[in-house]
């Protein structure tokens, strides 16, 4: 059996541990294929459009823009081709749903690529998938071919008169490509710089072409909208963020691992209801609730909705769900020495604020973690940390800076300890 | 030439389905590694005159994306992640045990040319740590004498 089945379903997940549903006729079996048949023989491309921004869905990429504004970006009456992107490269670390959709519901990303690219006439989709992915990208290319041969994708797609064919791009390693204008260099054969905004991808894309960038998950979703309407998605989760979402929750937990969940779901009722809380009797100390590029949360701040209308007020974000849970072991300055040198070695390099001050932040927190820091050093984290925020030419600066302010936040007294004691107090924490 | 005939074909095929000829550079890097193990500097000098781009566009790619290597390295490549959700379960303790079980540090290779041993950012496998990747494959919960066991059965 698949080892990563999630351990709490929803209408996503339903079905990803019966292996037939990797197959178009498995994936039909189970009712697939019938929104995007809906949606291209009896809807407009606006009706469509209207649907989503009804639905209120957000971006599940780690932004959370609302998808139906984001397709209403795009030219109804293009002198050309227009494109569609989906972002299949997951990297943010503590991140793990995409893997699983792609794996196990190649077809309903598919159908929702589908219908995305039929609301935002789009000829063609370059589905971007992480190199690391191989198997992923395998599977999802089978399905492909199998859509292709069947008439689902090609110049008449299901029969509708609407063109479409789809290309899966392998990346080659490099988290910054997952930044929508990192992937598109990427896409075009350069390096995955991020791109100066505006113009921005609607107007100018992929290969200087209108183009929607949409992540894996925030496409699976779109099936279900177009079959149930709107008012059913904004029946679960919250007002401002609705429907379900795949929680990753990696780390001190005794079972970790995929949850569906509506948004809104309380952080204490996954970490401990769902994931079964920390093992071995230790207790929880942080909680990075959106992957490695959002600010933690110590124990006492866990009682807080899973959306970002709530995560906002404890200065932190929903990012891509990903939930990484530390006992009491855990010394934080290690946890910042991991995390900064994850961006150091991330930063594509071309705005200054963001490559010097990754190996700034990285030295700093390594310095003290060796027990040779000094008491200013805390205070030069937190000023090169606000010296890159909101400074360069993409998100990747800020996502760096969020965490190291997080931690200095909630948890100075570990940087503190490190200092006055000239070593690190935290023997039990896991090695570095 | 150092890129053989049905490699240079799936080339032109991977070209064939962008919109722009250079779109396919990623693609084609991945196709010579396949063949070839990595991508020599003839390899990539071939490459850059098929795009005709200069040689320094092909060698920029080959030094920004972590996956494609100047050197075939090992007969087989291990990384093991060591972002935090897989520190936090002792993927650094499982790395520097593999270290001393092969001899070698992280980044180098067995003298016997089997083994290719180094660290890789988030793979995507939080939920299943500690873990490592061979070659293409995933080996999820691992604890040291799992991962010893995987790596003495390796040709």
């Known amino acids: ?432 | 030439m150092v890129i053989p005939e049905a490699a240079r074909d799936a080339i032109d095929a991977a070209i064939g389905r962008y919109p722009e000829p250079r779109a396919a550079l990623l693609p084609a890097l991945h196709i010579v590694q396949r063949e070839l193990g990595c991508v020599p500097l003839e390899a990539a000098r071939e490459l850059a005159a098929i795009f005709a781009v200069a040689p320094v566009e092909v060698l920029e790619l080959l030094s920004f994306y972590n996956l494609f290597r100047v050197e075939p390295g090992g007969r087989h490549r291990v990384n093991v992640c060591t972002n935090l959700p897989c520190s936090l379960r002792g993927a650094r303790a499982l790395l520097r045990g593999l270290e001393a079980h092969l001899g070698v540090a992280a980044g180098e290779t067995t003298r016997d040319g089997r083994i290719t041993l180094g660290h890789e950012e988030c793979l995507g496998a939080c939920a299943w740590a500690p873990m490592l990747r061979i070659d293409g494959d995933y080996h999820e919960n691992l604890d040291l004498e799992d991962a010893k066991r995987l790596l003495d059965g390796l040709e």
């Open chain 1, 1 to 432: 059996m698949y080892p990563r089945l999630p351990h709490v379903t929803g209408y996503l997940t339903e079905h990803v541990a019966e292996d037939d549903f990797v197959t178009l006729e498995g994936y039909r079996a189970r009712g697939g294929w019938l929104a995007a048949e809906r949606a291209l023989r009896e809807m407009s491309p606006e009706d469509v459009v209207d649907q989503v921004t009804a639905s209120g869905l957000q971006g599940r990429g780690g932004a959370g823009f609302p998808t139906g504004q984001k397709w209403s970006f795009m030219p109804s009456d293009p002198d050309g081709p227009s494109y569609l992107v989906c972002n299949a490269d997951e990297s943010e670390p503590g991140s793990f749903k995409d893997r699983l959709l792609l794996e196990r519901a190649p077809h309903k990303v598919l159908e929702g690529i589908l219908i995305g690219a039929f609301a935002t006439r789009a000829e063609k989709t370059f589905v971007y998938v992480r190199g690391e992915y191989s198997r992923a990208a395998d599977v999802f290319e089978s399905a492909v071919e199998e859509c292709r041969t069947a008439g689902i994708l090609g110049r008449n797609a299901l029969g509708s008169g609407f063109g479409h064919d789809v290309v899966v791009t392998r990346g080659a390693g490099a988290y910054i490509c997952g930044e929508e204008t990192g992937l598109l260099e990427s896409l075009e054969g350069r390096k995955g710089m991020p791109r100066k905004k505006p113009p921005y991808p609607a107007q100018v894309g992929a290969f200087g072409r209108p183009t929607t960038v949409n992540n894996v998950e925030t496409l699976a979703h779109v099936p279900h909208i177009v079959a149930n309407g709107p008012e059913w998605f904004r029946g679960l989760g919250t007002e401002e963020s609705p429907g379900t979402t795949l929680f990753g929750v990696s780390g001190h937990v005794s079972r970790p691992g995929l949850y569906e969940l509506p948004l809104g779901t309380r952080l204490d009722e996954i970490v401990f209801e769902h994931a079964g809380g920390v093992p071995g009797g230790r207790k929880v100390k942080a909680v990075i609730p959106g992957g490695l590029s959002m600010p933690a949360l110590p124990a006492g701040q866990l009682d807080v909705p899973m959306a970002n209308e709530s995560l906002r007020e404890r200065g932190t974000f929903l990012g891509t769900g990903g939930i990484i849970v530390m006992d009491d072991t855990t010394c934080m300055v290690r946890v910042a020495c991991v995390t900064t040198w994850f961006f150091r070695d991330e930063s594509c390099g071309q705005c200054t604020q963001c490559r010097e001050g990754t190996g700034w932040l990285h030295k700093l927190c390594e310095r003290i973690e060796r027990g040779a820091g000094e008491d200013a050093d805390l205070d030069v984290l937190r000023d090169v940390s606000a010296s890159m925020e909101g400074q360069t030419i993409c998100a990747f600066a800020d996502a760096a800076a969020w965490p190291v302010q997080g931690f200095l936040r909630h948890f100075r007294e570990d940087f503190e300890a490190h200092v006055r004691l000239a070593k690190c107090p935290f023997p039990a924490s896991f090695e570095l």
